[in-house]
């Protein structure tokens, strides 16, 4: 079946290291979107993918970055991580013949 | 401002009833409208999608679109203990980017 794959499920950082959150998906979707989940807030887009070498920004991407290099996998590297990336990171993609998003496992990030 | 709001709860209700859930948006061209669950710990689904004024059933859930008052509404009837989870309320802004905007959520009880 396909589906959509996060790693780690848990990580511990401490403030200043580049960490990498990996997602792949077996869908063959083009769209693949970051999000972030903190209470108060819901789910907010970090960065977005239409397809290979397509990247955008959503409405909380500073810090972070994402690299598009095959239809599969759509990482997500913390430059520097910060107290504040403290949260819930989920993935997720979307075939783009409608809207809706299939979504990864997620991973709780903790930055110390 | 934010462009989806949600009453956060929480909601109790007790087996049985109608659960009414509420959404309001303010990009007026919106055109799509999305109902998603999220138990605790777990990733969100979608249980209902609804593109055009007036209501759409699916089994137990109705969606409810006015998009002259901007406002869509979820209604679960007879609420059973399983449908106790947060319930995120999304909208596609349609500005050309195949984004969903998230409400903050409604956490439901449904009381046995």
């Known amino acids: 079946d396909a589906e959509i794959t996060q790693s780690p499920r848990h990580k511990i950082t401490e403030t200043g290291r580049q960490v990498t959150l990996a997602c792949h998906q077996t869908?063959?979707?083009?769209?693949m979107f970051w999000y972030r989940q903190d209470l108060g807030h819901g789910l907010r887009l970090i960065h977005y993918?239409?397809?290979?070498?397509?990247?955008n920004k959503g409405e909380v991407s500073d810090g972070y970055s994402v690299s598009r290099s095959n239809t599969e996998d759509l990482p997500l590297t913390l430059e520097s991580a910060a107290s504040s990336q403290t949260s819930v990171y989920f993935c997720?993609?979307?075939?783009?013949?409608?809207?809706?998003?299939?979504f990864g496992s997620g991973t709780q990030l903790s930055v110390l | 401002q934010k462009e989806v709001e949600q009453n956060s709860g929480p909601l109790s209700v007790p087996e049985g009833a109608i659960a009414s859930l509420n959404c309001t948006y303010s990009?007026?061209?919106?055109?799509?409208f999305f109902w998603y669950r999220q138990y605790s710990g777990k990733s969100p689904e979608l249980i209902m999608s609804?593109?055009?004024?007036g209501d759409k059933e699916d089994g137990r859930f109705t969606a409810q679109l006015n998009k002259a008052s901007q406002y869509v509404s979820l209604l679960i009837r007879d609420s059973q203990p399983s449908d106790s989870a947060t319930y995120l309320c999304?909208?596609?802004?349609?500005?050309?980017?195949?984004?969903?905007?998230f409400g903050t959520g409604t956490r439901l009880t449904v009381i046995p």
């Open positions: 997720a993609s979307s075939d783009g013949r409608g809207e809706k998003l299939f």
């Open positions: 869908w063959n979707h083009n769209n």
């Open positions: 993918s239409y397809g290979v070498q397509d990247t």
């Open positions: 990009d007026r061209v919106s055109q799509s």
């Open positions: 609804i593109y055009s004024n």
């Open positions: 999304a909208v596609n802004p349609q500005t050309g980017a195949n984004n969903l905007f």
